[in-house]
């Protein structure tokens, strides 16, 4: 998965990259980011959500399992991403076949996302 391309703390600050500052003791990560749990699962979280939201990236915490990601997309994104249930559910009301092509569309992310994973 993500491989630390340089020396420090191995997390992946979302659109920066690694973040390279210096271990906290007996960790890979440094001080700020030692002992972040992902929002799902609560392990040791290694990078930031990527996710935008506007102007902004969301920044939750979460670790490489691609499983935690789904559940934080379907939970956390409600409002702003148009793949969550929430989203299409508005939507579906007005324009039904647009909110099935936009399930479709989430669907086929899934499944890659999971074939990615395993291989
Ligand atoms: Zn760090
Ligand atoms: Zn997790
Ligand atoms: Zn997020």
């Not at 936009?102 to 074939?115: F, G, I, M, T």
Request: aromatic residues 10%; charged residues 30%.
């Amino acid at each position: 998965m993500r491989k630390p391309y340089k020396p420090g703390c191995h997390w992946d600050v979302p659109w920066v990259g690694q973040c390279g500052k210096e271990f906290a003791d007996n960790s890979v990560y440094c001080e700020q980011h030692e002992g972040k749990e992902c929002c799902i699962c609560k392990k040791q979280a290694t990078h930031g959500c990527d996710t935008t939201l506007g102007p902004l990236v969301c920044g939750y915490a979460l670790c490489d399992d691609v499983e935690c990601y789904i559940q934080h997309v379907e939970q956390h994104h409600g409002s702003f991403d148009i793949r969550t249930k929430a989203a299409q559910d508005s939507v579906r009301e007005r324009n039904p076949e647009m909110a099935d092509a936009w399930a479709d569309e989430w669907n086929r992310e899934k499944e890659y996302l999971r074939s990615e994973q395993t291989t």
